[in-house]
Each structure stands twice: as C-alpha cells, then as structure tokens.
C-alpha cells in the first residue's frame, strides 16, 4: 500500500518535472496538459511550481516590479455584466465621471510621484465617447511625451482603437474574461459576445498595442475546462500582459451570493502564467490584495512583475467599486508608494520606476 502512494506520489513529480521542462523550452502545451497542471492540489508541487515561476521571473526582470499609476476615469457603464458592481442595472451604484482637467491633475501627481506609467481605465461610459478619449490622450502625451499611456475602456471600433494609439497610446487593457462561449453567455448579457470580445483584442494587437487580456478566477460556473480554454486561447493570442484576479462578490449583482475565488488557485494560475509567458508583463492585481493582505507578495512571489497603484482621486475613488471592499488605499495608493516599497524590501524585491515596456529580448 505504502509503495504504491510513494510510487504515485514520484510519477506525479515526473509529470511535474516533464512539464516544467516542456515549458520552459517555450512549446505550447495541449489542453490535457493544462488540465493536468490547473489540477495540481498538492501543496509541494504547487510550491515547485511557483520557486519556478519566481526563479523565471527574476531571470528576466531581476527582483524590479513596475508601477502604473491606476486612474479610474468613469463609474458609468452601458454593460450590464453580471460579476459587475458598476453594471448600469445596478441602481445604487454610485456614479461619476472624471474631466478631462481631473485626470490631468492624476497625471501630474502620478508623474510628481514619479510614475511613468498612467493607466486610464474606465466603465465603458457614453460621454466619453471615442473622441473625448482621443482628445484625452492626446493632451496627456503632449503634456508627458515621455510616459505611456495605457487604456482600458472597453469595446470600441477600429478606428476609435486606430485614433487613440495615433494620439499616443500605446498599451490597451482589455480581459478577454472567459474563452468558452457558453461560460461566457452565462456572465453577459446577450448584447454581448466572446467572439466581439476576441475580435476587439485581435485589432488592439494588429493595430501594435501592447495588448493586455486575462481572466478572473473563480467567476460563477467556471470549471478547470473554461481555465484550460483560457490558457488555449492566451497561447494563440500572445498578449503582452496577462491580468488575473480572483472573482469578488459585487453587491446589488446578481452574484452577490457567489463565492469569492480562491487566492490559493489565482497564485497557481500567475505561476502558470509565468512559466508558459515569461516575457510577459503580468500585474499583482487588487483583487487578490482585496481578499488577502498579503496577495501582492504572494503574486510576486509567483512570477507577477506588475503593480497598479492607485492614483484616482481620493474622493471619488470609493465609487469605482467593481466588487465588495475593493483596496484602494494603504500601498494600494499611490500616495502611499513608500508602504509599497516598504512590503517589497521585506521580500528582497523592489520597485522599478521605468516604463515597464514589454520586450522580449533575452
Ligand atoms: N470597462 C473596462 C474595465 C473593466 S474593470 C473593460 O471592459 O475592460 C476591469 C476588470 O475587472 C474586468 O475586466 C473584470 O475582469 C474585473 N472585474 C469586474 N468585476 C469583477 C468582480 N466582481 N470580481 C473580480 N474582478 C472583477
């Protein structure tokens, strides 16, 4: 009995190992693969797989973890989105919208604070349509030619995408969510599709964005099937970033009684992420700091190389509340870039306050 547990428990391992090796001379992997590695419960072969991720990472990014200044410039939203607390069927969100001279205020804090990244990251909001967006951009990369300007507004035609990175953005955040169609009918309305989804990203992409998609983990009805779907599909799209974060109840949603997603999976899923995208620019993102304190330093510690202070006005910025108790404050703030510092030497890392563009040159 007992030569049979310790001769499952070493082929387990060889699997391990010959997974690792596999990933880590770049080659995709097959769907059963995936599964295999989405599926690993035991803790030690998780512990191997995150040193291993934590070791690729600081192969090709050192102990540096980029900073982007986070403006979140609209609470409106036309998308109903069931996971979402700023969905417009949800009437007790509280609501507002940013001015063109509000985010020039961000910015100019951001850069004061030494950021040279800012993020504008919005509901998809009526009256900030295309053109207001461009015009936007436009002024901040007049004002900071020097700085990248990362967008995530949603979905928008070509040329609205075309118009924005000629006016000089140059990165554009938009999760994919769920690769699995039916998965993702269920957290959608019906005005809303996987296939816009992944045709919005494919333009982002072919229009020279660095393209940002992911996925949360843990979102109502997911399965390890819709997870392997998403490593599929992120192996064909290559984006350049990959943000995951579990799923958080959002109050006045229809699933405000799901659970949260489990942390301990959203760690496991960075690792993965680390050792198939090594490149790739992938964020400790607040929902995992939301549900777990030490959810940046766990990320991190699993590969995440990217953090997204938060430089939205402080007044406001309670409003902007996808999901329960989002962190905003504390070294989420990016007034408070010292905490952040402060948490990162104690793991032997620090922050790096260049651009943080994506390259893959070894
Ligand atoms: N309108 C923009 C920004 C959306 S908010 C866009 O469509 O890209 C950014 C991300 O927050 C979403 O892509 C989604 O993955 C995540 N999010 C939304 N609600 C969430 C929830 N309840 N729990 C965890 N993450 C959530």
Redesign the pocket.
């Known amino acids: 009995m007992l030569t049979l547990i310790s001769e499952n428990l070493i082929m387990g391992h060889i699997r391990l190992y010959d997974m690792l090796e596999k990933l880590s001379s770049r080659s995709s992997l097959e769907r059963e693969e995936w599964h295999y590695l989405l599926a690993v419960t035991d803790a030690h072969e998780r512990e191997i797989l995150r040193q291993k991720a934590a070791e690729v990472a600081v192969s090709h990014f050192g102990k540096g973890v980029f900073v982007r200044g986070l403006i979140e410039i609209s609470s409106y939203?036309r998308n109903n989105c069931n996971?979402?607390?700023i969905r417009c069927g949800n009437t007790f969100a509280e609501r507002y919208r940013l001015t063109k001279e509000q985010i020039l205020k961000c910015c100019h804090q951001g850069a004061a604070l030494g950021l040279n990244t800012f993020v504008l990251?919005?509901?998809?909001d009526v009256r900030q349509n295309d053109e207001w967006i461009r015009d936007v951009v436009e002024t901040i990369h007049h004002e900071f030619p020097e700085k990248a300007i990362t967008l995530?507004?949603?979905e928008r035609c070509e040329a609205a995408y075309k118009s924005f990175f000629e006016a000089g953005a140059s990165r554009y955040?938009?999760?994919h969510?769920t690769r699995n169609d039916a998965h993702y009918a269920q957290l959608h309305p019906s005005n809303m599709s996987s296939s816009n989804r992944r045709a919005c990203l494919e333009t982002l992409k072919r229009i020279g964005y660095q393209t940002g998609s992911g996925m949360?983990i843990g979102s109502p009805f997911q399965t390890t099937q819709h997870l392997v779907d998403d490593m599929m599909y992120l192996q064909e799209l290559q984006p350049q970033m990959i943000g995951v974060?579990?799923?958080?109840?959002?109050k006045n949603t229809p699933y405000a009684h799901f659970d949260a997603g489990c942390v301990d999976l959203t760690i496991l899923v960075v690792s993965l992420l680390r050792l198939r995208f090594p490149h790739a620019l992938i964020p400790a993102t607040t929902?995992l700091v939301s549900l777990n304190p030490q959810g940046r330093l766990l990320a991190i510690q699993a590969g995440a190389n990217v953090v997204m202070p938060n430089l939205t006005p402080t007044e406001v910025r309670d409003k902007y509340s996808?999901?329960n108790n989002k962190k905003n404050s504390g070294s989420e703030s990016a007034q408070q870039l010292c905490l952040l510092q402060q948490s990162l030497d104690a793991i032997g890392y620090h922050i790096d306050y260049g651009r943080g563009d994506y390259t893959d040159k070894q």
């Open positions: 939203c996971y979402c607390g990251q919005g509901g998809e995530s507004v949603g955040l938009l999760r969510e949360m974060g579990p799923f958080i109840p959002a929902a996808i999901y």
